[in-house]
């Protein structure tokens, strides 16, 4: 099939590699090498509710829901678009990095309905999905589409709950790592500076809106320097307000912090300017060590977080570089940004399918 003949068609994406079930149909506009598209529905279950009580995502209690919620949540996506089974054209699968159970549900339904249609299953990076999701703006109908086609060189960030890392991004959409955390992803680092704060789960949210009415600089936290120069660390920054809060383990004046709302809103902003100011720098160095990328790309759900917006437009803005973020409905985990990445690849390699043996793999492949 040419890319002229790829104009209007439909992909079904589908995201399981976590705790949000999603489905979403975007329809191609055939924008040239661009892989332009406009979001026509986008349906996520979110499984939070079924986690808090464990401060964190269990694999086991995460595939189950996804196998009770992938129909109807794929049958409300294809109704919210406006069309019918029939019409879609290919299916697109978050097949990697991931929790396995989770991952194999979303692909299993995928390969089911790819074949029961007769057509193309492309398996794509989550990770990947994530900074494609910066690609993405809001017209005005609300719906998205695809902006800056063609693609240009460029850095990617991805900052969530389970990945942190810095990409090289080629004309061609290929990613290549540059450095990532060396231990905690960063929004594991908001969430657990919630959990200390006696916050719900997940926290990343709760900690952006009261860091918002905190001082943030009352609390000294360091801005982490570990790894190599692209790298990243946020668990000394998670131990510091540890014992900020509780007291240093076996200090003679070790005494915990009174949580008053003040206290535990200056927490919050003290942290949040730590982990954010490590993003920048990193991200900083890594524009000047790569200074023909003049964009930078970014996603992942803690680009849904206020202050980390603010500083890295206005790092953009002071560098003249081209920053983009996702719009805030696509920045935590979700099925449209798998269909945008599916049409693209899919019109690469000319609606080429993946094989029906595709399976599910819990790391990326990008190297
Ligand atoms: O991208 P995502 O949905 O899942 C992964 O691929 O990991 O990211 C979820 C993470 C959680 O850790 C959540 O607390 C964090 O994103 N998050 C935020 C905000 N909204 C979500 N962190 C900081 N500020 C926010 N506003
Ligand atoms: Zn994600």
């Known amino acids: 099939m040419s890319a002229r003949e ?43 509710d079924l986690h808090a009580e464990y401060r964190g995502v269990v694999p086991e209690i995460a595939s189950r829901a996804h196998a009770e919620r992938i129909t109807p949540i794929v049958s409300e996506a294809i109704r919210a678009a406006g069309v019918s089974l029939r019409d879609i054209d290919a299916v697109a699968v978050g097949n990697r990095p991931g929790l396995i159970g989770s991952l194999l549900v979303g692909v299993s339904a995928a390969k089911a309905l790819a074949w029961s249609l007769g057509k193309p299953l492309i398996g794509v990076d989550h990770v990947q999905a994530h900074l494609i999701a910066g690609l993405l703006s809001a017209s005005p109908s609300a719906r998205l589409t695809t902006r800056h086609a063609p693609l240009a060189a460029s850095l990617g960030l991805v900052v969530s709950g389970g990945h942190t890392a810095l990409y090289l991004v080629d004309e061609r959409f290929r990613l290549s790592r540059l450095g990532g955390t060396i231990d905690d992803a960063i929004g594991e680092a908001f969430d657990k500076v919630a959990t200390i704060l006696g916050l719900p789960f997940p926290g990343g949210p709760m900690v952006d809106r009261l860091a918002q009415r905190g001082h943030d600089r009352r609390f000294d936290f360091p801005v982490s320097r570990a790894g190599g120069p692209f790298d990243f ?80 437009a206005a790092w953009g803005a002071r560098r003249g570089l081209d920053l983009l973020l996702p719009p805030m409905d696509y920045c935590l985990d979700n099925a449209a940004m798998i269909a945008a990445l599916g049409h693209f690849e899919l019109e690469a390699r000319n609606w080429t399918s993946d094989p029906l043996t595709m399976s599910a793999s819990p790391s990326s492949h990008a190297p």
């Open 6 to 48: 790829a104009d209007n068609l439909l992909v079904l994406g589908i995201e399981t590699s976590c705790d949000e079930t999603a489905a979403a149909v975007v329809r191609g506009e055939g924008v040239g090498g661009g892989g332009g598209c406009t979001v026509l529905s986008s349906i996520i279950a979110s499984q939070h």
């Open 233 to 312: 660390s946020f668990s000394g920054l998670k131990t510091s307000v540890l014992y900020a809060v509780r007291g240093v383990p076996g200090a003679r004046d070790a005494k915990p912090l009174t949580l008053d709302d003040q206290t535990v809103a200056d927490v919050c902003a003290s942290f949040q300017r730590a982990a954010v100011t490590a993003i920048v720098r990193r991200l900083d160095a890594a524009a000047d060590a790569h200074p023909h990328c003049r964009r930078v790309l970014t996603g992942g759900g803690v680009t849904a977080n206020s202050r980390l917006r603010t500083d890295l």
